[in-house]
């Protein structure tokens, strides 16, 4: 009895391993996992949680990515910050974005094996933050698998003179209209895409 009971248990256990490591996509970007070194150089640096670090993994097929900044605007993502993209070919590599309040300007950097370097934004007409106002900002804690085509929000940041600010998922990105029920006077995103089409 005992032998088939710790049969059963293992068989489970085998099974839950392999779920498991199938539901793992292929093709993700997570939060780096950074060493000690690559830590105590960004504390050097004075990295903070506004300048978040990822690690992607998409495959050969990649040609191109881009990164978006939007704000929401009646209910509609309005670009104001990328839809250019650029050449991208490595199947990984590491995206770095610096920003306070995403409306005043962002700072992006990528790293991979052909590829090294940065580009950044500048409002003309700084945003800047009312002294009533609240700023919450969520950002990809988890792996979130990549779809080619798919924007995958990166930040969704809220300003608004409201004492309660509600949480969101970053999914949420696909369905503005929900921002739109608590009325905050502001909310931006912070978006990456990778595809399969090259440049035109």
């Known amino acids: 009895m005992k032998k088939s009971t710790l049969l059963t248990l293992f068989l489970l256990a085998a099974l839950l391993l392999c779920a498991c490591q199938s539901s793992s996509p292929d093709m993700y970007i997570e939060p780096a996992q950074l ?19 990822y690690d992607f993994k998409v495959d050969s097929t990649v040609q191109s990515m881009t990164i978006n900044a939007y704000e929401l605007i009646d209910g509609q993502w309005h670009l104001f910050y990328g839809g250019g993209g650029r050449a991208f070919t490595d199947a ?10 995403i409306r005043d300007g962002i700072r992006e950097a990528i ?18 933050l009312p002294t009533a106002f609240h700023r919450a900002t969520s950002t990809l804690d988890q792996r979130q698998e990549i779809v080619y085509g798919l924007e995958t929000p990166l930040a969704i940041q809220i300003l608004t003179s409201k004492n309660e600010v509600r949480s969101f998922d970053l999914s949420y990105f696909h369905h503005p209209e929900e921002y739109e029920k608590y009325g905050y006077e502001h909310v931006f995103a912070i978006t990456v895409t990778f595809r399969q089409e090259p440049l035109s």
């Open 35 to 53: 060493t000690q070194v690559e830590e105590d150089i960004a504390t050097l640096l004075g990295a903070t949680t506004a300048m978040p670090i």
């Open 92 to 101: 990984k590599g590491r995206l770095a974005l610096e920003y306070d309040t």
């Open 111 to 128: 790293q991979s094996e052909k590829v090294s370097g940065s580009s950044s934004f500048e409002s003309s007409e700084p945003f800047g």
